[in-house]
């Protein structure tokens, strides 16, 4: 998901440029440890992990009321802090990351590591040490499954697109390169969130959504009423977010998610949690690592 | 009620009883018919479907998600409202402080910060704050100061309304058994104040309360987000019995603070402790500039 | 200082927007409101209890939850469509729900102004052998009135301030949608901030002085 609430980064840049490093040099060194302050590390000793996701996005993380989310985001997260902490009765607390606090809760250690459909962006790298990406989504279109009029991306001209505030995914369709791509004369509908836009598509408001498909997905399997097209226009590297600088539990964690593709827990949260939404092609390896520096 | 209908309308005779009968007759069915309405518009979208409903009745829905909304809700309504009280208070007594110095300044903020949208202040704080402090999760932070802020000014006006509604015997008396100012303030006007100021306290509490729900458009988890964004993804379809289950908790809790600040306006009427008369509930009207006597609903709606 | 050159047009428009919904919103409320309150003060008990129930139940609801509930309930689940094109339908679906709302306190206020009528003022009306619409028309209106104007300026103060709250219903177009977007481009801005504070200001401390400096001109002298 491409997200353009930067505020929080942008604040923190413009923290940086005046001045204040020495005051967000402090808050870190409150919160790690001396000498070895590597999130491994800690899970090692501590056994315990903070992990954020999203609580509102089904298939990847969804509050269902109980004591921690659910979805694909969540699964991965487990059997990765699982790993990290080299031990599978590992304490972890849940914590929702929404789109426009993951850098900062990273950075004051709110929480440990993020999982939260996080797109790997040179911009993000600035401020955040990335693992993974564990998946690659791409931005897809989902419209009614009874609706016809629309087979591929292209036919969104003239049609009514889902303008989540926050997201600017809408972009690619509505403006060219190099803010877009797609360039069509779509119409905008106005929507909080993208579970409001899936509200939306099922009165008579709104023609598509269009985002992520593995968001898409979610909300696809949820009820038979919406289709993917399986018209991808983008590579959306969904990767681990870890406190800037942490490189050793990035090697680590990648290490993890290779492990992951591996051994076949990857193929079984898939199909658990994808496996029913149709046009979505589900990767059978790892995708290649970003490296950590 | 029937004391108004009787201010515009004399004791029904036979014709009139009659017109009477005929008009409730015609408002009882149009009144079916729009309900009629809404039950089949709502019937035709499958709305009334037993599955929609069916979370409701869960205690895990409950347990999962209203509650930990409605304390979300009523958290950041409590700290706003201690926030809120603290911040009435101080820039109230100063707006009435004999030195311009301290009048002048509390009355521009007070003005500036009843004027502006409420979101838009907290939109604003909300940006701002990291910027200030670096990263860091201000959500509750900017939705407390916000309303602190706003509150905080419409309640500044209150106590200065309050104050200002005690005779100006009750000071003049103080001083001349040789009080002094502060003295006169805390232990002849206040008491007496709060006592009038009371039910407009409490009616400006509702309001804050009402306007925790701004929180959803910052994406604060509170009783709204809870229905609008975390419940209807997790029963899909079930967004209109969300909304109106959370409505009906809103209304409730609002309802019985309204009731609590009736109850206390007509117990103030009836004590004969204090002499200050009961101030009318604050409104939006700025007044005609810092500290240039009452606020003029005051003079309007006695 | 420069962000509020820069982006002074786009905010400008989404200005505009809180002023037209304003307009309407205070014609429509108005209207509504005196229904209202019609039915309110009415000699059928089944209309006083019908306005009643309304003025309780939408007085008491957040309106984000009514615009959030136009929007998402009645507009995209029961089908209540003003038209097809997005930002219209998203206009009207605002202006419903903030006309609904407002219309309350509307009411509230009216009724607040009859009541300040002093129950003699009607008996002598009668005495004197006025009809109904007579005494409504030369006693009771004029007086009410002049009650009325101030707490209706508060009311419609307040119904300014609240277009702000369009967001929720989707409706993606107004100052406040528009600052929030500059800031996510631009990072929080002052100038930007108190620019549009002081545009709110300029519409709503005239109607504010306006409206005190009648009230006190025609307060009615008891």
Request: charged share 15%; glycine share 10%.
């Amino acid at each position: 998901m491409r997200v353009r609430r930067f505020s929080v980064v942008l604040a923190a840049a413009g923290a940086l440029t005046l001045g204040l490093t020495a005051c967000g040099g402090g808050d870190g060194g409150t919160t790690a440890k001396p000498g070895d302050s590597s999130l491994v590390s800690k899970a090692k000793n501590t056994k315990r992990v903070v992990i954020g996701t999203k609580w509102d996005q089904p298939g990847l993380g969804l509050n269902t009321g109980g004591s921690a989310p659910e979805g694909f985001d969540v699964d991965v997260a487990t059997y990765i802090a699982k790993e990290l902490a080299g031990d599978p009765n590992v304490q972890i607390e849940w914590k929702e990351t929404k789109s426009d606090n993951r850098e900062p809760f990273l950075e004051n250690g709110t929480v440990d590591i993020v999982f939260a459909s996080y797109s790997i962006t040179e911009e993000r790298k600035a401020k955040v040490t990335f693992g993974g990406p564990y998946i690659v989504a791409h931005q897809d279109t989902m419209v009614r499954a009874d609706d016809t009029g629309i087979a591929k991306a292209k036919d969104l001209a003239g049609k009514r697109i889902c303008q989540a505030s926050g997201s600017n995914s809408y972009k690619r369709i509505t403006d060219p390169p190099p803010d877009g791509e797609l360039d069509l004369d779509a119409k905008l509908v106005g929507a909080n969130s993208y579970s409001e836009c899936v509200q939306k598509l099922t009165g008579n408001n709104l023609d598509a959504v269009t985002t992520d498909d593995l968001i898409l997905a979610g909300f696809a399997g949820q009820s038979g009423k919406f289709k993917i097209l399986g018209d991808p226009f983008t590579d959306e590297k969904y990767g681990v977010g870890l406190k800037k600088g942490d490189t050793k539990t990035c090697e680590a964690v990648n290490a993890a998610i290779t492990k992951m593709y591996t051994d076949g827990t990857a193929k079984t949260l898939l199909d658990k949690w994808f496996g029913k939404a149709e046009g979505l092609t589900l990767p059978t390896e790892a995708p290649p690592a970003e490296g950590c520096a | 009620m029937s004391s108004q209908a009787t201010l515009l309308f004399d004791a029904p005779g036979p014709r009139a009883r009659l017109r009477n009968h005929a008009l409730t007759v015609l408002a009882l069915v149009a009144l079916l018919a729009i309900a009629w309405f809404i039950y089949v518009r709502f019937d035709e979208k499958d709305q009334w479907a037993p599955e929609i409903w069916q979370p409701f009745i869960e205690a895990r829905t409950w347990t999962g998600f209203i509650l930990p909304g409605l304390i979300g809700t009523l958290k950041a309504a409590a700290l706003a409202a201690v926030f809120a009280l603290l911040f009435g208070a101080v820039f109230g007594l100063a707006r009435l402080s004999d030195h311009r110095w301290v009048r002048v300044p509390a009355g521009v903020v007070v003005e500036f910060f009843r004027a502006i949208p409420l979101l838009l202040l907290i939109f604003f704080i909300f940006y701002l704050l990291p910027s200030l402090l670096g990263g860091g999760d201000y959500i509750l932070f900017a939705l407390v100061a916000g309303l602190t802020l706003y509150n905080g000014s419409v309640l500044a006006e209150v106590v200065r309304a309050g104050v200002l509604s005690v005779p100006r015997g009750q000071s003049e008396a103080a001083y001349a058994i040789g009080l002094r100012k502060t003295g006169v303030m805390v232990r002849i006007l206040l008491p007496q104040a709060v006592t009038a100021m009371l039910p407009a306290i409490i009616a400006q509490l509702v309001v804050l309360l009402k306007d925790t729900a701004l929180g959803f458009i910052v994406s604060y988890v509170d009783l709204l987000s809870m229905g609008f964004r975390i419940i209807p993804p997790n029963f899909p379809g079930a967004l209109i019995p969300a909304a109106i289950v959370i409505g009906i908790i809103y209304i409730g809790l609002n309802m019985l603070l309204s009731a609590f600040a009736q109850w206390l306006e007509k117990r103030s009427r009836r004590s004969r402790k204090s002499s200050a008369r009961p101030i009318a509930p604050p409104s939006a009207i700025p007044s005609l500039g810092p500290g240039a006597g009452p606020p003029s609903d005051v003079v309007t709606l006695k | 200082m420069d962000e509020l050159i820069e982006y002074g047009p786009y905010l400008w428009e989404g200005f505009q927007v809180n002023l037209g919904l304003s307009a309407v919103c205070a014609v429509l409320s108005l209207v509504l409101g005196t229904i209202l309150v019609s039915m309110r003060v009415s000699p059928t008990p089944v209309l006083r209890a019908a306005g009643t129930a309304y003025v309780n139940i939408v007085r008491n609801t957040p309106l984000t939850l009514i615009l959030a509930f136009s929007a998402l309930g009645l507009s995209d689940q029961i089908g209540l469509v003003f038209s097809e094109e997005p930002s219209t339908n998203g206009f009207w679906l605002v202006v419903m729900g903030l006309s609904a709302y407002t219309a309350c306190f509307v009411c509230e206020a009216l009724r607040s102004g009859i009541n300040t009528v002093p129950f003699g003022q009607a008996e002598a009306a009668r005495a004197i052998g006025l009809t109904f619409s007579q005494s409504l028309r030369m006693i009771i209106l004029p007086q009410a009135f002049r009650a009325v104007i101030s707490p209706l300026g508060s009311v419609m103060i307040a119904m300014i301030k609240n277009t702000t709250v369009a967001i929720a219903a989707g409706y993606l177009a107004d100052v406040a949608f528009k600052m929030k977007d500059t800031f996510d481009t631009t990072g929080v801005s002052i100038p930007i901030f108190i620019g549009i504070a002081l545009a709110f200001m300029a519409v709503i401390l005239p109607i504010g002085l306006f409206t005190g400096w009648l009230a006190k001109r025609l307060a009615v002298a008891r």
